[in-house]
């Protein structure tokens, strides 16, 4: 429902579940409580909310540390505490430290007498945290049902509905409005001051993300958005997260490869940041590899005027993408490589530029890459291209990739489709 529906389902699932736990815990319910946080967790393992979440839960169970806390922290610990492990050991240090110091309090304060059954149970709980600080043992969590739940969700597809840096404060808070799970590490607590430098500060961020747009020909409000959240995202991850949630009509979605494949070219040193978000893009949406592919083709008819530090970034774009299987080596069907009367010399040098990019790729890559265009008859005269022009503008020049030619050969006539 996340994937199909939007994070926001996921956050609203998250929030109505953080309310019921709080109104089961006063109740005192508790069946209810562990039925819920059974729940969280395993929300956690099928990649609805990330660790740190799961963590701010347990450092504010331990905080109170009462019974059912103890008895609610056994419960994510045997269902994700390794998980919870591998993905943040600094978060788990850091629980380990909150529990420590609520335990040392428990144990130098008087007259609070806990039962002998509530010193077991805190002890178990210690000796299981112990556990899984020293990866001592594995939890229940890789049962043969949840293995078979994550292979399912892989073959829908089910990805990218993560929520970040999510905390427990905001799940519950009843005063939280609008898009709030996309708040970011602004905390309702801040300094009205720390706020107001903040957005001051993405203000001047933002109209200079606008100049530079302004600089690059990005003339539409869709190229300029796109643009600056390109360039803005933390990571491909981020930008990618960014873009599906622009508000773009009609076919402006089409402008975003191409406004990306402009960001990777303006750039003074090739960047694989864009070659990743390209690759995201295409496995998300079929239309954006048909999109890149046009595009790609307009760059192609442009090679004679193109500047070579431009036409040097193109070609090591489109190996990245060959060699991630986000395109094939079909893309370039639309330019007749064995054609001399089309030979010039900038073509001639873009299209060895990008053919050595491809052949210093490992070999059983390479024997991938060109058997991804062996089985299909209408590949022939394609082919043939590749093999003329390999032979005579890319071995000639570069003795040392013989081997790999043969080898590209070869797997061009691996009508099999046999793969390494």
């Known amino acids: 429902m996340a994937c199909l529906v939007g994070m926001d389902f996921g956050a609203k699932l998250l929030a109505s579940m953080a309310k019921c736990f709080e109104d089961e815990y006063q109740n005192e319910d508790n069946l209810s409580v562990r039925n819920l946080t059974l729940l969280l967790s395993y929300l956690y393992t099928f990649g609805v909310c990330s660790s740190d979440l799961i963590y701010d839960f347990l450092v504010t169970l331990s905080k109170r540390l009462t019974e059912v806390d103890v008895s609610t922290i056994l419960t994510v610990l045997q269902a994700c505490g390794m998980k919870l492990r591998g ?47 020293n990866n001592k043992k594995r939890m229940k969590e890789d049962t043969l049902q949840l293995t078979r739940i994550k292979k399912w969700l892989q ?88 873009l599906l949630r622009l508000d773009l009509q009609g076919k402006q979605d089409r402008e975003i490869m ?40 307009d760059h192609f008819k ?30 370039l069907k639309a330019v007749d490589l064995s054609d001399s009367s089309q030979s010039t010399p900038k073509r001639i040098m873009h299209f060895r530029m990008l053919f050595e990019n491809i052949m210093e790729f490992p070999e059983k890559l390479v024997w991938n890459i060109f058997t991804r265009i062996a089985l299909l008859p209408e590949y022939e005269s394609l082919r043939d291209g590749i093999v003329f022009f390999i032979r005579k503008y890319v071995i000639d020049s570069q003795k040392c990739l013989a081997d790999k030619f043969k080898i590209a050969k070869k797997a061009l006539n691996n009508v099999e489709g046999v793969i390494m």
């Open 87 to 133: 993905d943040d050991p600094v978060g788990m240090k850091n629980f380990i430290v909150s529990v420590q110091n609520r335990v040392n309090e428990l144990k130098s304060s008087s007259g609070e007498g806990q039962s002998n059954s509530m010193g077991k149970r805190m002890e178990f709980m210690l000796e299981m945290i112990c556990d899984i600080k």
């Open 155 to 242: 073959q829908l597809r089910v990805v990218d509905i993560l929520i970040r840096e999510l905390k427990w404060s905001k799940l519950i808070d009843p005063d939280k409005r609008g898009q709030w799970w996309m708040s970011g590490n602004i905390d309702s607590t801040t300094d009205v001051q720390d706020v107001a430098s903040t957005i001051d500060l993405e203000v001047t961020e933002a109209q200079k993300m606008l100049q530079l747009a302004a600089a690059q020909r990005m003339n539409t409000d869709a190229r300029r958005a796109i643009f600056c959240v390109i360039m803005s995202g933390e990571d491909y991850i981020d930008a990618f997260e960014k």
């Open 302 to 331: 442009e090679l004679d005027q193109m500047q070579l530090i431009r036409s040097m970034h193109l070609s090591k774009f489109v190996a990245e993408m060959v060699a991630s299987f986000s395109l094939s080596l079909a893309v």
């Open 258 to 297: 191409r406004v990306l494949v402009e960001c990777c070219l303006q750039e003074k040193a090739f960047n694989k940041y864009y070659c990743a978000l390209a690759s995201k893009l295409c496995s998300h949406d079929k239309n954006n590899k048909f999109t890149l592919q046009y595009c790609l083709w």
